[in-house]
């Protein structure tokens, strides 16, 4: 389980958040829903060593570290494919750059067989990023992160840059995929319908300084029908909460 | 290119070769000032059993300071990129010794390297090391952050990242500092042949020149020219070669259309 105690982070006079604390439980998906500027992407900086916290502890299976690099994968909004390697190799990207990976590669490869099998990408493999759609490069995004083969996955905004139902369909392999995988999963997202579709706990977050206002476990299981008067009711709190929050920064 | 891309240039050059051969014919020009352009081409090719051993030696110079400029250019570049703090002191260094007219030191390189090839392998690595230097290191530093941060989450150390990042991610502005370093690099072997050599084009034009064997010395800038086209045209081709993903966007591209 991942743990974040007391991380406070300020640019200049501006506190970002102060003494914020999150705990993840193991094997499940939680999203953080927040309004724009209100930290979130400064808190997975912080997570991921681009940026570091000025106080306050990251633990992850009960040992301090400095970031999560070599702990977990992560995804986000671009696809971050190197144009100059194919998809496959792309994908096989987190195997190759551990040390003395290459005795793996042969599993490696097997597995990423399969995963492009199950995402749809098969006989792509040899395709440049350049020669094929949005979707389809995050879609082997997606098949990148997998091969990190870590317990944890960090996700910012993975599906925002897709088109609707690109979306959908890539939401639903995100569900399938952390199924079978049994991650751990963070994921920032701005889409409350994504969060209600994803999430086993949903946070929401107030912004300056960024602070957890409210936790939702929608308890209906996967895949959800959003007619349920649950999600109706959860989805009227998160909007009218982010709107008073919204009005707060400009305010 | 296109045959047709190449028709504009194409005519220009005719065009400008008619009018320069119509002008020393027409004006009566001597050729030891001026000869004509087909007095030229004929020299430089009749001339071909005099002028290549000259050419050998120039050429072998040029390919010197370039191997040696790589060898040196790419670990300081890889080595400034790995250690800023070692860049900010070493980057004044570096500008402050392109200020230094290189030409004025090709004297002081034959009283110290003697009027062998080695002198004027030095003028050429000389110019050729900086371009190569700073292309390639500004070429590293133009990663983007979020792929570095990528590739620490997945655990790369710098030699693992700067093997499957930076040094692609660098390639296409290494080539271009390198296909300016290339060109120029003549400039510096032919410039130290002058100051004092036994041999080379540099040298060659030199004596002909005392000797008003004016189309020759024209032969010789000829060569010369040819030889830093093919060096240019080598590391575009390399350059090809290396980078393929370049041609691949750009079938892709035509195939859109």
């Known amino acids: 389980m991942l743990e974040v105690q007391g991380l406070a982070k300020s640019f200049g006079l501006q506190a970002i958040f102060k003494n914020f604390s999150l705990y993840l439980p193991q094997g499940r998906f939680t999203v953080l829903v927040g309004p724009s500027g209100c930290g979130k992407s400064t808190l997975f ?10 106080q306050g502890r990251i633990v992850w299976q009960g040992n301090a570290t400095a970031h999560l690099g070599g702990v977990a994968a992560y995804m986000q909004q671009k696809d971050m494919l190197l144009p100059w390697l194919t998809l496959g190799e792309n994908a096989l990207l987190p ?27 098969t006989g792509f493999q040899t395709h440049y990023p350049d020669q094929v759609s949005g979707g ?36 639903g392999l995100l569900l399938m995929l952390q199924k079978e995988f049994g991650k751990t999963v963070l994921m920032i997202t701005h889409d409350i319908e994504e969060a209600l579709t994803l999430a086993d706990d949903i946070i929401l977050l107030g912004s300056a300084p960024m602070a957890i206002l409210e936790r939702f476990q929608p308890r209906a299981s996967k895949p959800r029908d959003f007619s349920l008067p649950e999600f109706m009711d959860i989805k009227a709190r998160i909007l009218s909460r982010l709107l008073t929050e919204k009005e707060k920064i400009q305010g | 290119m296109k045959w047709s891309d190449m028709l504009f240039p194409s005519a220009l050059i005719l065009g400008i070769l008619v009018l320069w ?22 020299c430089a090719v009749i001339k071909a059993p005099l002028i290549w051993p ?39 260094f570096l500008v402050a010794s392109q200020a230094v007219p290189v030409f004025a030191l090709a004297p002081l390189l034959v009283i110290w390297l003697g009027y062998g090839i080695w002198s004027k392998v030095f003028m050429a690595w000389v110019i050729i090391f900086f371009p190569i230097t700073v292309s390639l290191l500004s070429g590293l530093k133009s990663c983007d952050p979020d792929f570095r941060r990528l590739f620490t989450l997945m655990g790369a ?5 700067l093997r499957l990042l930076y040094w692609p991610w660098a ?37 002909s020149n005392a000797r008003l064997n004016t189309e020759l010395v024209f032969a010789c800038i000829l060569w010369l020219s040819a ?14 070669r290396i980078m393929t993903w370049k041609n691949n966007s750009f079938i892709k591209r035509k195939d859109k259309q």
Request: hydrophobic share 50%; with cysteine.
């Open chain 1, 136 to 171: 389809m490069r995050q879609r082997c995004a997606l098949a990148r992160t997998l091969m990190f083969d870590r317990d944890l996955v960090l996700l910012d905004e993975p599906l925002s840059a897709l088109d609707a139902i690109t979306r959908r369909e890539l939401q």
């Open chain 1, 45 to 54: 900086d912080c997570l991921t060593g681009m940026v570091c916290p000025d």
């Open chain 1, 95 to 121: 195997v190759q750059a551990k040390p003395r990976a290459l005795k793996n590669m042969k599993q490696a490869k097997e597995k990423l067989a399969r995963i492009f099998e199950k995402i749809g990408l």
């Open chain 2, 157 to 161: 150390g710098f030699w693992m990242k």
């Open chain 2, 171 to 207: 390639l296409p502005q290494f080539f271009s500092g390198l296909k300016v370093g290339v060109t120029v690099a003549t400039i510096g072997a032919v410039i130290g042949e002058w100051v004092g050599a036994q041999k080379g084009l540099g040298y060659l034009m030199i004596q």
């Open chain 2, 21 to 42: 051969e119509a002008f020393v014919r027409v004006m009566n020009i001597p050729a030891f000032i001026l000869p004509p352009p087909s007095a030229i081409g004929f």
């Open chain 2, 227 to 240: 030889m830093g086209l093919g060096l240019w045209a080598l590391v575009g081709f390399a350059e090809k």
């Open chain 2, 54 to 92: 000259h050419a050998l030696t120039t050429a072998l110079e040029i390919i010197l300071g370039i191997v040696i400029a790589l060898g040196t250019a790419i670990p300081l570049a890889i080595f400034m990129f790995a250690r800023p703090g070692i860049e900010k002191g070493l980057s004044p």
